[in-house]
């Protein structure tokens, strides 16, 4: 079965803080990587996708690396509008036949603290 | 990306019964999914809603318990049939196009 592995958290803040989530997948053939962002009773959003060479937007900064089948999303200068739970998503396919489906981590939780 | 309702936002429903969630898509997509959601845990898919033909079910989910439509590039259904108080739980309604997939609102069933 594929999975991702995500850090357990919960992740207590200060505002201003530099906060990192690391995210490991199962999955050597998997296509392509995202950050999504999960609100409390909401659906989850897309924050962000990952490309291997890096991707930075705003706050957020995400890394890839395939060798290593790991993924990390860095925000800078936590806001408490940033409190919510993250999730690491991979794109990939079982087989080699089979179409291309989301594997979800179990999220991590942050909370931003004034 | 296209904006997804879905229909009822929550119930509370007696075992033994069949609850069946609407899923609208503002535009046409390629794909159409149902995942659930359940307390405390990440999504899990339930099935490829295939547009005129069956729905395509993970590992662990069938159809005659999670039967599903997709008439349309749309619309899809997802019918919960002979609940049990484990099928508590999120449904959500997901489509993607392109390299992209987003979500719905999301069901929140209660079975008692």
């Known amino acids: 079965r594929k999975e991702v592995e995500q850090d357990p958290g919960p992740f207590n803040v200060p505002e201003g803080a530099t906060v990192a989530f690391n995210c490991t997948y199962s999955n050597s053939a998997s296509q392509s990587f995202f950050w999504y962002r999960q609100d409390c009773r909401k659906e989850p959003k897309l924050l962000m996708s990952v490309y291997s060479s890096g991707n930075e937007d705003g706050r957020f900064t995400a890394q890839l690396n395939r060798a290593s089948q790991y993924i990390s999303l860095l925000i800078r200068d936590s806001k408490l509008s940033d409190s919510a739970t993250y999730l690491c998503?991979?794109?990939?396919?079982?087989?080699?036949?089979?179409?291309?489906?989301?594997?979800f981590g179990k999220g991590t939780k942050l909370s931003v603290i004034p | 990306s296209a904006v997804i309702s879905q229909k009822p936002s929550r119930d509370i429903c007696q075992r033994g019964t069949s609850l069946t969630i609407q899923c609208q898509v503002d535009s046409q997509v390629t794909m159409m999914f149902w995942y659930r959601q359940q307390p405390g845990q990440s999504l899990t898919l339930i099935a490829t809603?295939?547009?005129?033909?069956?729905?395509?079910?993970e590992s662990g989910f069938v159809i005659d318990k999670f039967p599903i439509s997709r008439p349309n590039l749309t619309f899809s259904t997802l019918t919960v049939s002979n609940m049990s108080p484990e099928d508590s739980s999120i449904y959500l309604c997901s489509g993607r196009e392109y390299n992209e997939q987003f979500f719905g609102p999301g069901t929140r069933l209660t079975v008692l």
């Open positions: 998503v991979v794109l990939g396919r079982d087989s080699g036949a089979g179409s291309y489906q989301l594997t």
């Open positions: 809603a295939n547009q005129g033909s069956e729905a395509t079910y």
